[in-house]
């Protein structure tokens, strides 16, 4: 019998077991494949809240609290792991290649600097391309966020996972979770493949599978799989400096040699692969922004699926006439940065019945 029982081993799920944890609760985290194995692994790691929120907002706020907390958060793990997470947090550009576009983002600066936010606008290609000299000549103006950037979602993974042992977290990879174990109105654990879990609490954040996990209780609860298709180019000969964003795609230098280039957005179940037309599309989509990815090693394309809600929001907190059950799920396009509001905001919940910060993402709203 575990204080909280925590189904789902992807960021999420990671993340929240390590913190109620080093909170003094006994957490045990199932998982039915390999840590980080699906979303968190397949994410391009960018942590840009002010250029994926295109409104202010709860989501900008959660982002960016989010961001604020990965500094500590990552040396935290670096530190108790031995293991780089190698978080970046140098700037990123959002760029514009004709009128249309410079006139979007010019609004989008005007309401991010009103708001006090670290935005700089750079207003013609010379400006632009200081920045970022390997863009193209066509840049018409751009967004300058110099505090966002990325880190390498999958050594956050190996991290959090040993983080996860090394606080006596009771991990269980590989095992299935087949059913929501009830007694008297209340979750009391669940049943997996090796056998029946018990604990005082129980948070679903198994991600794309969080609606169909619900569905065992009757409970319907939308979240879908929206499958995003992504690539990685050598950055041999390939310099870039910084994160850049487009209309058609985006472009990711990452500290360990490889440019990742994203991302579709296409539903088809929960079918991952990548097809030709998804990878045609990252293709065509980043090199107009950087010619020299003309000539690029290619390196791989994977596939994951992201977990998307009908309002945008994820859903964060208590299940109504469950008692013990919650759910941390539905983060989309932006798991990896949300992960550590996450963690600390449900594990508030989850130790001191805490809702405050939870209010405008709680699964009530659907319920
Ligand atoms: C191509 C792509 C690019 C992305 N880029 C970014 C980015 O740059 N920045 C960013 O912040 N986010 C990004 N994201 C989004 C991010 O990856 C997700 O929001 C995040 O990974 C969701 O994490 P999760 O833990 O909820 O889900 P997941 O990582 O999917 O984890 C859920 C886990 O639950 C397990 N599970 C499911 N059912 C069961 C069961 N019955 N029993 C036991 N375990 C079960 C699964 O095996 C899985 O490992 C991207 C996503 C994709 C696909």
Request: charged content about 15%; hydrophobic content about 45%.
């Amino acid at each position: 019998m575990s204080d909280c029982l925590v189904v789902g081993g992807g960021i999420i799920g990671l993340s929240l077991a390590y913190e109620l944890s080093r909170r003094g609760m006994s957490v045990t985290l199932v998982e039915q494949g390999e840590w980080g194995g699906q979303a968190s692994s397949a994410a391009a790691g960018m942590l840009a809240p002010l250029k994926e929120f295109t409104a202010p907002g709860p989501m900008l706020d959660l982002g960016m609290e989010s961001l604020a907390l990965y500094p500590e958060w990552a040396a935290e793990l670096e530190e108790l792991t031995g293991g780089d997470v190698q978080l970046s947090l140098d700037g990123l550009l959002t760029v514009a290649l004709n009128e249309e576009e410079v006139q979007q983002l010019a609004d989008k600066y005007r309401w991010q600097k009103e708001a006090g936010h670290a935005v700089h606008w750079l207003s013609n290609t010379a400006q632009v391309k200081e920045i970022e000299p390997l863009l193209t000549d066509q840049v018409q103006a751009a967004i300058y966020s110099p505090y966002e950037g990325h880190i390498n979602n999958r050594m956050l993974l190996r991290a959090l996972a040993t983080a996860c042992q090394l606080q006596g977290v009771k991990l269980l990879s590989g095992c299935v979770v087949s059913g929501i174990a009830v007694k008297g109105g209340k979750v009391i654990g669940v049943e997996t493949s090796s056998g029946s879990l018990r604990a005082a609490q129980t948070v679903i954040s198994s991600g794309a599978w969080v609606g169909g996990m619900m569905e065992m209780l009757g409970v319907s609860v939308p979240i879908r799989p929206v499958r995003g298709q992504i690539a990685a180019v050598s950055s041999v000969g390939i310099p870039l400096r910084t994160v850049i964003f487009g209309t058609t795609g985006y472009i990711t230098p990452k500290k360990d040699g490889k440019i990742v280039l994203g991302a579709t957005e296409d539903e088809s179940g929960f079918q991952r692969d990548v097809t030709m037309a998804g990878l045609a599309s990252i293709l065509q989509g980043t090199m107009p922004y950087v010619p020299a990815l003309h000539s690029a090693t290619f390196l791989e394309a994977w596939g994951g699926l992201r977990p998307a809600t009908q309002d945008g929001k994820p859903l964060l907190g208590p299940v109504p006439g469950w008692e013990g059950l919650s759910i941390a799920g539905g983060h989309f396009r932006n798991g990896i940065l949300l992960s550590p509001v996450t963690a600390k905001a449900m594990a508030d919940f989850v130790e001191k019945g805490e809702t405050e910060r939870l209010l405008p993402f709680l699964p009530a709203r659907f319920l």
